[in-house]
């Protein structure tokens, strides 16, 4: 895909996502916009994936560590063939498959269970590492929240990760500076991450999380360093794409009504 | 009577698994040389992920590995494990039924002995009864330990296996069988009381079998060495016979192997069991026997919990 079809294609993931949690009645649609770039670059350029063979041992694994964003996580599998998209709008609701947040044997595509905040990383080593050891030439992708990175396992992955030489590893952190409970810089003294990571001794990028260029640069330049751990600082703005939700955190979790699912559409292209 | 390591005997079990199965590692949060494992890491250096004294990073990696195929096993002390790492077991692990092995040292008053009660671990056996999916062995001896360590890696899915300090008493021969979700009767003096026991206070029990006999007094001495899942036919067939019963373990009364011996009991032969165990406290340091003893798990407390159970109301 060209930059332009994969900015489409985020923008499309996005109106899913305000579609999906709308029908729905319940979900959180601002985590989901902020990471809607770097999921349409993972899932229709970088992943190596068959939605036809969702367990194919050699695929890429991706994780997204911050499972309450999986509205956006659905949409893409749904986009990419795992299952129909007309099964997003029963997100939550008890005859569906589709959890409150990912479950590895319910929806196809998904690599692992999601949603308990801080575990991906360390979810993702374990692949990464039972990879290796198997001999499959692949890449483990994790995608965390800024907050998520106050549990105290996200740090005990990144040592270990680094001891490891996980080169297969590859972190994207969605740094929108928002919570559930309000700002980051407002709750914790998390930032200036990237030098955390740095003193863990990964790789460290740090780029415009909005930016498709950006992300397919940065996935490069992780993918050559092949004794280190990756760590790319995605900055990014919550609820990006719909106006009434950037930067306000009151949609961290909220269904848009009708009227807010229009201006969502205009806003993000139509349906595209 | 003589002590065996139970750590030494299920590592050699694993071992010896391993050697014909390349997808067995241990994932290690510093516990190695706890674990008695430094024989596997010298022989399969790559096989072992030390992660550092990291009990949740373990689980997760472990996790992780088990997704790709990898038969991962976490070792180490049985309440950094099951407490610190507890969620991670249940979410990531048990929920979607990952094949995850988990040894737990230390268990109980006898095996944390003079380290206190940070390294004593009695609740380990209830919190990991009471998630869905995970299967729970309590062996008696390092012999029962080393079959029971077979017996683990042949289930699919998370199982948990309860091992001591490394200095439990030798109860059974080493030809005794071990057959995974199953109780055994030990002893059959008669049906007057059923004594079930799990795990390393089977000596006592065997004991307290034997003095009541001298009394008049003849039990069924039942190992309880799966506690999850429990072998509810079993168990009722002992009570059938006896219509009494005590049962007892080195691990609090709350959530063990007593209760779960309550719960069949009731829905299918109630009677009276009396349950000896922890009395919901927390113990202190001392000499594994001396603390059995101090906090009432003497053979003399096992007789008297079986008398108790025999009284009529």
Redesign the interface.
């Known amino acids: 895909m060209t930059v332009e079809e994969l900015s489409r294609m985020a923008n499309r993931l996005r109106l899913d996502v305000v579609e999906t949690v709308h029908t729905a009645g319940d979900g959180h649609p601002g985590p989901c916009m902020s990471i809607a770039d770097v999921m349409a670059v993972l899932f229709f350029e970088e992943l190596r994936l068959d939605p036809q063979n969702p367990r194919w041992?050699e695929r890429d694994?991706f994780i997204l560590s911050k499972g309450h964003a999986c509205p956006i996580l659905y949409a893409a599998l749904a986009r990419r063939g795992y299952f129909p998209v007309e099964e997003l709008g029963g997100l939550r609701s008890l005859g569906s498959f589709l959890q409150g947040h990912p479950?590895?044997?319910k929806v196809p595509g998904v690599?692992?269970?999601s949603g308990?905040l801080g575990?991906g990383i360390?979810?993702?080593?374990?692949?990464?590492?039972?990879?290796r050891?198997?001999k499959?030439d692949n890449h483990v992708y994790v995608i965390v929240g800024d907050g998520e990175q106050e549990e105290?396992?996200i740090w005990?992955?990144a040592?270990?990760a680094a001891?490891?030489k996980a080169g297969n590893l590859i972190v994207f952190a969605d740094c929108n500076n928002y919570q559930s409970g309000g700002k980051v810089t407002d709750l914790s003294s998390l930032y200036p991450v990237e030098d955390k990571w740095k003193a863990f001794h990964w790789h460290v990028q740090v780029i415009d999380g909005h930016d498709i260029s950006a992300i397919r640069t940065a996935i490069a330049n992780a993918k050559a360093v092949t004794d280190a751990p990756s760590y790319i600082a995605l900055k990014t703005v919550k609820g990006k794409g719909v106006p009434y939700m950037e930067n306000n955190n009151a949609w961290h979790k909220k269904v848009p009504s009708d009227e807010e699912v229009e201006i969502a559409r205009k806003a993000l292209g139509g349906a595209i | 009577m003589s002590t065996k390591s139970t750590r030494e005997a299920a590592m050699r079990a694993v071992l010896e698994l391993a050697r014909g199965d390349d997808k067995i590692v241990i994932v290690s949060p510093d516990s190695v040389a706890a674990a008695r494992a430094v024989p596997f890491r010298d022989e399969f250096p790559d096989r072992v992920i030390e992660v550092g004294i990291a009990e949740q990073d373990a689980v997760d990696v472990a996790a992780g590995l088990a997704t790709t195929g990898m038969k991962p096993i976490v070792v180490t002390y049985a309440g950094f494990l099951t407490m610190r790492a507890c969620e991670m077991i249940r979410t990531f692990v048990a929920y979607p039924g990952l094949n995850v092995k988990f040894i737990g040292l230390n268990g109980g008053m006898l095996g944390g002995e003079r380290e206190g009660v940070t390294h004593q671990f009695y609740e380990d056996v209830g919190i990991m009864r009471s998630m869905p999916g995970v299967k729970v062995l309590c062996p008696a001896d390092a012999g029962q330990a080393y079959k029971a360590a077979l017996a683990m890696m042949e289930q699919d899915g998370p199982v948990y296996l309860r091992l001591g300090s490394g200095r439990e008493p030798e109860v059974f021969p080493d030809d005794t069988p071990f057959e995974f979700g199953k109780v055994r009767e030990v002893l059959h003096y008669g049906d007057d009381v059923a004594v079930f026991a799990s795990g390393f206070i089977m000596d006592r029990a065997i004991a307290a079998a034997e003095k009541l006999k001298a009394e008049g007094i003849n039990a069924t001495l039942v190992d309880v060495s799966t506690v999850k899942p429990m072998d509810s036919a079993g168990v009722t067939a002992v009570l059938r016979r006896t219509n009494c019963a005590v049962a007892v373990e080195d691990h609090n009364i709350y959530g063990g192997m007593s209760s779960a011996i309550c719960e069949v009991a009731c829905h299918y032969h109630p009677c009276r069991v009396i349950r000896l165990g922890l009395r919901d406290v927390y113990p202190r340091s001392g000499k594994a026997a001396e603390l059995l003893d101090a906090y009432g798990l003497s053979v003399d407390d096992i007789a008297a919990g079986a008398k108790r159970a025999m009284e009529k109301d």
């Not at chain 1, 360390?122 to 990879?131: F, N, T």
């Open positions: 041992i694994r479950d590895m044997n690599d692992t269970v308990s575990n360390a979810i993702g080593l374990g692949m990464a590492l039972g990879c050891y198997q499959i105290g396992v005990e992955a040592m270990a001891k490891q």
